[in-house]
């Protein structure tokens, strides 16, 4: 069977790799895919918009989706140095089209055999049906809160103003028959940069002077919200060219495809950074390059069009979150990995103060320290209400495929067994732990898990440790106004969604090739959820659809 089983996985890669679209030199593979997604993008969001929480979830799976046949293109379609056909070709158009859709099966079989791998569920071949053991047998709201609650919080972030660009907006915009451009002078993309760049600045969280083998992290930050700020201004400018009546919905010109040289200037001139160091920048952003083998539009969202243009889709760069995707690249870069390693080391401080200052005015005392084989991350401490809670603080890169998630759950099980170790000295009466704390046996006591990105799966928890998110706990500290009403808000497991109630599970049949399985989805019940949904604006990529 194992044999069997890896016969299938190889022919389902081999059949979703067979598609017109690969066939073509690269740039115009690119270029087909990116403007086909452009169009999706438009829908949802200009033409037949979705409601916030539609569209969250609507871009997280075409972000998903779109990694795998630009990654087939990456790796098959002829690296030939080609002028760009932007005429609307209808069978390269459907071929686009349906690969993506295709993509949706794929993006579940590559969730389905990692877990095989990990021998996290079974899996037998029916015919030409792969039956995965029951999924149902693992509580999924975990997935759920990880998957729908924000990734930090949402009052970190500020509304922009877009009727402020309109008018300016205009007035650098040509349109002409089916196409538009837009002339990025200075003016334009200061007025840009605070406008939305102000906006997803607020995303960007880790020490700004970090400094990497070839820029800091404030350089990186820079580059990266101008040219988002640049990608959002061309999206907001092919409305503006619709509602003109350019044709076809402007979709020659729905990719954004600079000269190379061009862009490094407007990007210096916008940043005030060296043109060396812009470039370094966007070789690092640039999809498949800086010996990255496993590419993904997340995290590398521009490609190299091989004729001295780039392709820059505004779908891909307003709906990523540069500093989480640059972290993550850094562990892919050898050069970088072991410089970024000794840089996390602060993380956890940072978390730490984040959360101090969070609730600095709340009468609160708080603690940290060494007790024994362990430490105490974070002691929240009402000395009136007599009541102690200890935080195991976890940050790490948020998980985006199924393998990470599965790597960052183990470190969730790490901080979990931490936190018992804590409950246990308390409940022994330990007194390196009560000198620490200033604490004694008669406070409510609770020990739990913070972690900034993600809670782990449902087979690393522990009853006795409830564990959120970081910003999710402060946040409802603040809320109820105390840290009482808290605890039995963690101990009840309230945070979690519940299934019936806030989302449902659905069966989703895929289908590659002559292969078949079901696997699952999540589907919210309402659109005002009783959890804080994720920012419409930013996509993580998630293990399942």
Same mark, same amino acid.
């Given at each position: ?7 299938a ?18 740039g ?19 033409h ?31 690296k ?8 609307m070709?209808?069978?390269l158009y459907?071929s ?67 009727e402020?660009?309109?008018g300016?907006?205009?007035s650098h ?58 990608a ?26 600079p ?16 043109k060396?160091?812009?470039s370094e ?26 004729n ?19 972290? !993550? ?16 080391d602060?993380?956890e ?25 362990t430490?105490?991350?974070l ?18 890169i ?18 979990v ?15 390196t ?36 998110k ?15 009403? !808290? ?5 009840s ?34 659109e ?17 659809n």
């Amino acid at each position: 069977m194992p044999n069997l089983l890896e016969s299938a996985e190889s022919e389902i890669d081999a059949s979703f790799a067979d598609n017109a679209v690969a066939l073509v030199p690269f740039g115009q593979s690119v270029w087909t895919l990116l403007s086909v997604a452009e169009d999706y993008h438009f829908k949802a969001f200009v033409h037949s918009p979705l409601s916030d929480p539609r569209a969250t979830m609507y871009v997280d799976s075409l972000m998903n989706e779109l990694t795998y046949p630009l990654r087939v293109c990456h790796r098959l379609s002829p690296k030939d140095s080609i002028e760009i056909d932007r005429r609307m070709n209808e069978e390269l158009y459907r071929s686009a089209h349906e690969w993506i859709e295709k993509a949706g099966s794929y993006v579940n079989f590559s969730s389905i055999f990692p877990l095989y791998h990990a021998k996290q569920i079974e899996l037998k071949i029916v015919g030409n049906t792969l039956v995965p053991s029951d999924w149902r047998l693992g509580e999924l709201s975990y997935e759920v809160y990880d998957r729908f609650v924000a990734k930090r919080d949402p009052e970190r972030g500020a509304d922009f103003d877009q009727e402020r660009l309109v008018g300016e907006l205009a007035s650098h915009t040509n349109h002409s028959g089916d196409a538009f451009s837009v002339r990025f002078d200075q003016r334009l993309v200061q007025l840009l940069r605070v406008t939305f760049g102000t906006q997803m600045m607020a995303r960007h969280i880790l020490p700004s002077d970090w400094q990497f083998a070839g820029f800091s992290l404030q350089e990186y930050r820079d580059v990266f919200t101008c040219l988002q700020s640049l990608a959002y201004g061309w999206f907001l400018a092919r409305q503006l060219a619709v509602h003109k009546g350019v044709a076809h919905y402007g979709f020659k010109s729905s990719v954004w495809t600079p000269r190379k040289g061009a862009l490094v200037m407007t990007l210096s001139r916008g940043t005030g950074h060296a043109k060396e160091k812009v470039s370094e920048i966007l070789s690092y952003m640039t999809f498949g390059e800086v010996g990255v083998r496993h590419p993904d539009v997340a995290i590398q969202p521009i490609f190299d069009l091989l004729n001295g243009q780039y392709a820059i889709s505004p779908f891909l760069l307003v709906h990523t979150n540069g500093e989480r995707n640059l972290c !993550v690249l850094l562990n892919q870069v050898p050069k970088e990995r072991a410089l970024y390693a000794r840089l996390v080391d602060e993380k956890e401080e940072m978390a730490r103060i984040q959360i101090i200052h969070t609730l600095a005015d709340m009468n609160l005392d708080f603690r940290h320290g060494r007790i024994g084989e362990t430490d105490v991350d974070l002691a929240i401490i009402d000395r009136a209400a007599k009541i102690c809670l200890c935080v195991e603080i976890k940050w790490f890169i948020e998980p985006a495929e199924i393998r990470e998630v599965l790597a960052r759950s183990e470190e969730i099980k790490k901080g979990v067994g931490q936190a018992v170790k804590i409950r246990a000295a308390f409940d022994r009466r330990d007194d390196t732990l009560f000198e620490l704390l200033d604490i004694d046996e008669t406070y409510d006591f609770l020990a739990m898990v913070g972690s900034e990105n993600s809670i782990g799966n449902h087979s690393v928890q522990d009853p006795r440790v409830p564990v959120t998110k970081l910003w999710h706990l402060a946040s409802e500290i603040r809320r109820t106004g105390g840290v009482g009403p !808290v605890l039995a808000w963690l101990r009840s497991r309230a945070y979690l969604p519940q299934e019936g109630r806030d989302y449902r599970i659905l069966q989703i049949p895929i289908e590659i090739g002559k292969w078949r399985s079901t696997w699952y989805g999540i589907d919210y019940l309402h659109e005002e959820p009783g959890w804080v949904l994720p920012e419409s604006m930013e996509a993580s990529v998630a293990p399942s659809n």
